[in-house]
């Protein structure tokens, strides 16, 4: 549930943020745990994402990925590769190359729910997806960790229907700040990355009212399309489990 996922109030700005785009913008949150919310008007439900009728969009689906490995893992690669110092992880992004020679990160503290994976530790792989040969560098350490999450955002949230590339990433969370990082986003998602200063530290009042004009100025959708397609919706997938 949305509860156990992310905070409301952090729900209702990526959600508004969502609106505004009329399902072309991606809200993506950096920060503890880490986020990804759009619409979907293909939705394909899987075991790791979130699909629930749409409010405001008759025919659309809120769709949203939660990472339990967020902060913890990128702030585990800053101490280890970086001395800590978050200025020098920002220049080695700098100076390294997108693709990280094809050499994958994957940095998981706790297990992970988006996909669901149990076993922790530090799994590097090259692009055939075999263990990677010899050491990470620093460099590909801190690349690793932040385009592997970005990578993995992008190739989840086609699964379930977002469309892409998305005509805008809204960033936010604590390392919505690092624009290096925010160059990453850009680079797997293919589009423009947004940062609003004022809604990195003040996520949940600026939520709050984006959520408030939205509901105050959206037409109302038709009296009871969403139950009857969350129905439909429903009824097919029991027709699919039989």
């Given at each position: 549930s949305l509860s156990l996922s992310l905070s409301p109030s952090l729900s209702?700005?990526?959600?508004a943020w969502a609106y505004r785009g009329h399902g072309r913008q991606v809200g993506v949150s950096l920060g503890t745990s880490d986020t990804l919310v759009g619409i979907s008007h293909t939705p394909a439900p899987r075991l790791h994402a979130h699909l629930m009728?749409?409010?405001?969009f008759p025919d659309a689906f809120f769709a949203m990925l939660v990472y339990k490995n967020g902060a913890r893992a990128r702030c585990a690669v800053?101490?280890?590769?970086?001395?800590?110092?978050?200025?020098?992880?920002e220049a080695s992004l700098a100076k390294s190359q997108p693709g990280n020679a094809g050499r994958l990160l994957l940095h998981l503290p706790m297990p992970e729910i988006t996909p669901h994976i149990l076993a922790t530790g530090v799994h590097r792989e090259d692009e055939s997806g075999a263990p990677a040969p010899g050491?990470?560098?620093?460099?590909e350490e801190v690349r690793g960790v932040v385009e592997g999450r970005?990578?993995?955002?992008?190739l989840h949230a086609q699964e379930i229907g977002i469309a892409f590339p998305p005509a805008k990433v809204v960033l936010t969370g604590g390392c919505a700040q690092n624009k290096r990082v925010c160059k990453v986003m850009a680079d797997v998602f293919g589009c423009a990355v947004e940062v609003n200063s004022q809604a990195v530290g003040d996520t949940a009042a600026l939520g709050a009212a984006l959520r408030a004009q939205q509901a105050?100025?959206?037409?109302d959708p038709p009296r009871g399309t969403v139950t009857q397609r969350h129905r439909d919706t429903e009824t097919e997938r029991e027709t699919q489990r039989q």
């Open positions: 209702l700005a990526l959600r009728p749409h409010p405001s800053c101490d280890a590769a970086c001395g800590g110092a978050w200025g020098t992880l050491p990470f560098s620093d460099d970005a990578l993995s955002m992008s105050a100025t959206a037409p």
